[in-house]
């Protein structure tokens, strides 16, 4: 308990390089930083802050929560394992409260394995550790990107629309039942318009761990979206890459 207690404290950084700011994507939008581990909180803030994003990092759960939950950040980056609460309360509070806001969980390849009902809702994405910089960055402007297109709860891209909060979708106006499993597939791919997704990052990102790579229940599930999404004559807009994954629209 002193341990975490200790670890509580938090800083803030505002981004200083305003050349920065004024050439990147990702001005000015603040991500908050949940994480215990001081070297990753080192590696993720000054790589953030390069690309001009405003950071605040909280080394201990409870005080992330807490911050979280205020809602005054644009995206929070996510560790599972903290002192005082953990990732995934944080992550259920965060997506009952806020249920747009983009998170991005941290996690190691071990951990990702436990499914937990939590992970599954909103606008979530995992980086398994280690990761690249520009691995991070590319998912948290790929997330706000969603965010500044939208409204705060719907996405919609290819004549595609879900709202987040109802769970509705429709094409061309015609609402598109879908199951639990389905729905989460298409916002993932909607989060991820114009770039190729591979099976991997779908599994893990979807069903929230790593199957056996042998499995087929992405392509089955794909095959499942692009029925129910697709019309005669306009077949729905996820394309198959070969050797890779899958795209929802076209490439950019
Ligand atoms: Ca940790």
């Known amino acids: 308990m002193d341990d975490a207690r200790e670890q509580g404290e938090s800083t803030t950084v505002a981004v200083t390089d305003t050349e920065a700011a004024v050439d990147s994507p990702g001005a000015s939008a ?3 930083l949940i994480e215990d581990e001081p070297g990753i909180v080192d590696f993720v803030r000054r790589g953030l802050e390069a690309e001009g994003f405003a950071v605040e990092a909280v080394l201990d759960g409870l005080e992330g929560e807490r911050l979280a939950l205020k809602g005054e950040c644009d995206a929070i980056v996510l560790d599972l394992m903290l002192p005082g609460r953990s990732g995934l309360e944080i992550l259920e509070g965060v997506r009952r409260v806020l249920p747009s806001l983009p998170v991005i969980v941290l996690t190691a390849r071990a951990e990702i394995e436990d499914r937990v009902e939590g992970l599954e809702a909103g606008a979530v ?10 691995e991070l960055v590319a998912r948290v402007r790929a997330q706000l990107r969603v965010v500044a297109h939208a409204s705060t709860s719907t996405l919609a891209a290819e004549g595609i629309e879900v709202d987040l ?3 509705k979708v ?3 106006g015609q609402q598109i039942p879908l199951s639990t499993t389905e729905f989460e597939l298409l916002v993932y791919l909607l989060r991820h318009h114009g770039q190729v997704v591979s099976r991997e990052q779908i599994l893990s990102s979807v ?13 089955v599930y794909v095959g499942y979206l692009r029925r129910k999404l697709g019309g005669p004559g306009e077949p729905a807009p996820i394309h198959t890459v070969r050797a890779v994954g899958y795209r929802l629209g076209s490439a950019g």
């Open 207 to 219: 069903w929230g761990y790593e199957h056996d790579p042998a499995t087929n229940v992405v392509d």
């Open 170 to 172: 429709r094409r061309a």
């Open 125 to 134: 994405d995992y980086l398994v550790k280690p990761f690249s910089m520009a």
């Open 30 to 32: 603040s991500v908050l």
């Open 165 to 167: 909060l109802s769970r």
